[in-house]
């Protein structure tokens, strides 16, 4: 059982040392973890088209047939009770399930790039890119805001969502009153439900522009145009480059 043992730990630090001299030497230099990986799937592609040094087939092919029939998915599932906000922690960073979820039990499927939020009943939530490290804002996706903005739309001036809109559309916000604060969010919503919250905003930004309301019914129509790239753009920078999840 102990030379077994001693066999396998070769294999593998044998394996280890193969990896080591053929995909990260010379030592990468990337700038995130997904262009890591678009090199290193890069390098195994080369290292497939090899021929075994016995069998005289491609590596790749070998591979394939050796594959099982499941994808394995590397992922594991937390409890976390969101707060009264909707949000939940996960090692440092802060997630918002949305509003609806304030003070419920709910499920994290913690993958090496993504956290996904599931409900009591083990139902999809939202999908987010996994973050590292200690982050002082909450990762969120503006859509899941909107609503509950157009209900409370007194909540604007401390809402994450209005660090990411800028002038006019922050500026109308700002100084408008409650009411039509609340129209403007409605519209935003389902504008941006049917295209993105970029496009709902370049739209808003575009109407302000040329003196129209932003949240009446050409909003949605102005966006649709945009988004189907029938509209040409009046402002580069409608809002800060994030895009819709």
Known sequence: MVRNQSLSSGNVENAVGFLRRNLMVPEPDVPSFASLNEMLFARCAELGEREHWRKGTPIGELFAEDLPGVGFDPVRYESRRADKTGKILIEGAAYLAGPAYHDRHLTAGIRHDVIEILDEHAHPVIVFDRVY?????????PTQLLRALATKPGAWTHSPVRELVDDPVRGWLDQARNPDRARLFTRLDQTAHATTFTIAVAAATQLITAGDDPAGDGLGMLARRLHQGVEPAT???AC????DR
């Open 133 to 141: 490290g200690d982050n002082d804002q909450t990762v969120f996706v």
């Open 235 to 237: 402002t580069a920078h």
């Open 240 to 243: 800060r480059s994030r895009d």
